[in-house]
Structure formats: C-alpha cells, structure tokens
C-alpha cells in the first residue's frame, strides 16, 4: 500500500514593502515628502539603477500632477544630489505646515512681522511680503521681478528689511560681495533667493555682475555664456531666479526697470521698531513652515493664473508686478486690492524721476509752448533749455550750456534731427514742433502740457489770423474773411511788423 502524501502547500512569499512604492505612496499623500531626504536618496536610486522604471514614475507624476516634473529631475539628478548635501549647511530647514494654509492670514503675518521690524509706508509693506511669498513659487512663474530695496540716506533700515525677507524668503542666500564668477555659478548649483546688501558698491565694482542680474527677470532668458575649462568651452548658466538688492539711492535703470521699489524712511522720534537680531526665531520659523505648504498647495493655481493688468503703469512695470498679483489672487481675501493699490503707489512715484531723455522732452515742450510758436532754431532751443535753473541743461558741457552737437546727439535717440527752418527772414538749422509730436506721445503721454494762451496754428491748408488774446471778448463780426496761406508758422511770422507781415504772406515761402 502506497503511503499518500499529501501535495505540499506553494509557499507563499512574504509581502516585503519596497521602498519605492512607499516613497510614491508618501509623495502622493504629502507632496512635500519630495524634499525629504530619504525619499529622493530612493528615487535616485531608481533613476541611476532601473532607468525603465524611472521612466514610469515620471510619467506618472506628470499625469497625477502630486509633484513638479522638472522639482523631480532637479532634486534627483548628481547635481541635484551635491546640492542637497550641501543644502543642511547653506540654506535653514523648513519644516512643513502640517496642514492647509489661509493665503490671505499669511500674508496678513508677513506684513505684519515686516513692519515689526522696519519703517515704511504700506504700500512697500504689502509689496515686501507679496515678494516674500513669490520666492517660493519661483519654479512656477515666468518672470521674476528684483526686490529693490532703497533709501535716499543711511540708517534707514535697508539691511534690516533685507534680514526679514531673509527669513521669510525660500532658499535664502545672503551676500555683501561675490565675484560674477562665483556670482552665476552659484544661482545655476543652488537655486538660490538671491540677497546682495551693499549693490552700489558692489555694482560699482563688477560692472559684469549687471548683466547677470538683468538676465534672471523673465524665465525664458534667464541665461549667461561662460567660457569653461582649459579649453575654454563657452557653457551656458542658467540665472534664473528670485534677487533682491539693498543699496542707497537709485541702481542702474536696466535692473530699476526690472524691479519692485522698496522705500524705506528713516525713523521719526516716537517711532519704534523691534532690532532684528531680537526677532522671534520660531515666528519666522513657523512662517516659512506656512509658505512652503501654501506653494505646494497651489502650485498649479499660480501657474496658471493671469491676472489683469493694472491700468495706468508702463507694460514693465505690469511684467514685474504679473507673479505677484497672481500670488495675491490665490491668496485672496483684501490682497488683490492691496497689491494693486501698492503697484500704484510704489510705480506712481517713480515716475516723479524721469528719466534724462523724457526729461529734455519735457524742457523742450516747455520751450515751444512758452514761446508761442511751433518752430526754434536750435540756438534759440538751447537758450530757453538753459532758462530753467533746476534743470541740468545749463551745466550739461561741464558746467556749461549744452552744445549743438550734444543736443542733436541726444534727440537722435528718438529718431529727430535738425533742418533748415525759416523765422522771419532768417534760415537757421532748428526744429518744428511736429517732430516732436510722436516723441511726446510715447515717452510724456502721461504728462498734460502746459497751457499757453496763444496755440501756434498750422496754416498750411487753414486760415491765418492775429493770435487771439486769454482774455475773452463779445463777440465781433469779422471784417475780412481768413485767408489761407501757405506759411506754416503764423504764430512766427505774426510777431513781425504789420509790414514785414503783409509782405511775407504774398509770398509763397515754403520750409527748405
């Protein structure tokens, strides 16, 4: 009799977690489980070894949108990896706010410990924390706008400023004087927000160091060309990136133009401020917590977001407020009012400096309105230029008027040259008021020209009569109708003696 065995039972496997799969897990259930060390050295360890793999877990981070595509290739590359290494040493731990964050009491918070700590008009702080919170969406928008931080004297509080957004700011990395060298490789390795105390002086130094700055305002060009190596390479260097600058007085106009004006005022007796060095670590601390889990929250809600633009500034000015006022919608509550409000605030005083073309645009209106006529030689342009005594005019040839040449060389920024024009008998090199006329469109469109009581009139095709007084008159039935003449500077020609007048206007004079 043949004993029967019973068949043993397959053994079933233990269900050994892999570790991959918890990492996806947790990235799924907490995305900012990505910047935690453990979870990328796993996912690098995935990328170098099963590159099919990797492929998949791309792939589907893109199609569950739980984490940034390009945060993954960024923080799980070698490069990445060196980076992070060295993160703990450079840039301060965050932790994450464990739960959802109010976007309006934030940036309520973020004001408010701003003004704890500097004197300023709200609108610098509103701007100051709406800036503080961009930097942590820095890899979602296209346009990274410069903090520029600025005050007319010292002990104004600049540096003060730049120590709170350094503690509020994402991946802060504070410098007083780098080497451009230094300058680009560290944006392109650490992906810093950039923070440069002292940039006068530093600017004044590395004159290059400019041109990076320019380069990181919009994503698209945010890119430098370096030679490299012994074989001197040229390498591209990405720039790209949030920077805020601290000097006195105003910087160059190139960054100006790319900047949110920070203005800052000395103190008042009777006003008070809590020093830095005093500040609350654990109030800042808890913040930062708060604005890495509201960017990971809505991350997607400010990329996408358009907001509209604020009527009234210049389309730079509306560039560089774009990302901010996206961060102010999805945080709602006031803030949508209050970033437009300070937008206003801040760019509307810009424009009380000019610059120096718009400026002699200015003077030159001036000139023809207040001589009544709509033509100048340009010996005379020059003399009414250097009447104004606040004006630089007078002193523009070291210390003394400016010159022909200097006055042709500057209008030929805007595309006007001089040519022969007639006053009177005379046929002096000069201008006509109508090159002007697009000129003071573009650049003084906001401006409203002077009054004067006696217009030039165009008579080319129009009558031509005495310049009528201010003063109003009854009304009088004329004694001769008008007549058409073929002069166009009535308003010149009527400055003549009655004579000279009648003799000119049978004349058929045309301008050479």
């Known amino acids: 009799m043949t004993a029967t065995v019973d068949s043993p039972l397959v053994p079933v496997p233990c269900a050994v977690p892999?570790?991959?799969?918890?990492?996806?897990?947790?990235?799924?259930?907490?995305?900012?489980?990505?910047?935690?060390?453990?979870?990328?050295?796993l996912l690098r360890q995935v990328r170098n070894a099963e590159p099919a793999r990797w492929a998949r877990i791309r792939q589907q981070a893109k199609e569950t949108k739980t984490v940034s595509v390009a945060d993954l290739d960024k923080l799980t590359s070698e490069q990445g990896a060196s980076s992070t290494a060295a993160d703990g040493e450079i840039f301060p731990e965050v932790t994450l706010w464990p739960e959802p964050v109010n976007g309006a009491a934030l940036l309520d918070a973020l004001a408010s410990i701003t003004k704890r700590h500097v004197i300023a008009d709200t609108a610098t702080i509103h701007a100051a924390a709406l800036w503080a919170a961009l930097t942590w969406f820095i890899d979602v928008v296209d346009v990274a706008p410069i903090a520029n931080i600025t005050a007319p004297e010292k002990r104004c509080g600049k540096t003060v400023l730049l120590g709170v957004l350094a503690r509020l700011c994402c991946r802060p990395l504070a410098v007083s004087n780098i080497a451009p060298a230094a300058l680009f490789r560290a944006i392109e390795l650490w992906q810093p927000t950039l923070l440069i105390d002292e940039v006068d002086a530093f600017l004044?130094?590395?004159?290059?160091?400019?041109?990076?700055?320019?380069?990181?305002?919009?994503?698209?060009?945010?890119?430098?060309?370096?030679?490299?190596g012994d074989e001197h390479t040229p390498t591209r260097f990405n720039v790209w990136g949030a920077k805020a600058l601290c000097g006195i007085g105003k910087i160059a106009d190139t960054l100006a133009d790319r900047s949110i004006p920070l203005r800052l005022r000395r103190k008042k007796t009777g006003e008070s401020t809590v020093k830095i060095r005093h500040a609350n670590a654990l109030e800042f601390a808890q913040l930062?917590?708060?604005?890495?889990?509201?960017?990971?929250?809505?991350?997607?809600?400010?990329?996408?977001?358009?907001?509209?633009?604020?009527?009234?500034?210049?389309?730079?000015?509306?560039?560089?407020?774009?990302?901010l006022l996206a961060v102010a919608e999805i945080a709602g509550g006031d803030w949508p009012r209050l970033a437009r409000s300070a937008a206003l605030a801040l760019h509307g005083l810009e424009e009380d400096t000019p610059s120096i073309g718009a400026e002699l645009l200015t003077g030159i209106r001036e000139a023809f309105d207040n001589r009544h006529t709509d033509r100048l030689s340009t010996a005379d342009l020059l003399d009414a230029l250097a009447e104004n005594d606040e004006s630089p005019w007078a002193t523009w040839n070291r210390g003394k008027p400016m010159t022909p040449h200097q006055l042709a060389k500057r209008l030929g920024e805007f595309a006007i040259t001089s040519n022969t024009v007639r006053i009177g008998s005379k046929t002096p090199k000069g201008y006509r008021l109508e090159q002007f006329t697009e000129a003071f469109e573009r650049y003084l469109c906001n401006d409203t020209p002077s009054a004067t009581a006696t217009p030039p009139q165009s008579s080319n095709h129009g009558p031509c009569s005495q310049s009528t007084s201010a003063t109003p008159h009854p009304a009088v039935a004329p004694s001769a109708s008008l007549k058409a003449s073929n002069h166009k500077a009535c308003g010149v020609v009527a400055a003549l003696p009655p004579p000279e007048r009648d003799k000119q206007a049978s004349n058929d004079f045309e301008d050479f």
Do not use: Y
């Not at 907490?30 to 990328?40: N, Q, T």
């Not at 004044?204 to 430098?224: K, M, P, Q, W, Y």
């Open 288 to 323: 930062g917590g708060q604005l890495a889990r509201f960017a990971i929250d809505n991350r997607e809600a400010v990329r996408k977001a358009r907001p509209a633009e604020i009527e009234g500034l210049n389309d730079r000015a509306n560039d560089c407020w774009e990302p």
């Open 18 to 41: 892999d570790p991959i799969t918890e990492a996806l897990a947790k990235l799924k259930d907490d995305p900012g489980a990505l910047f935690e060390r453990e979870v990328l050295a």
């Open 204 to 228: 004044a130094e590395h004159e290059e160091a400019r041109g990076i700055l320019n380069a990181g305002f919009t994503r698209d060009s945010a890119f430098v060309i370096r030679c490299v």
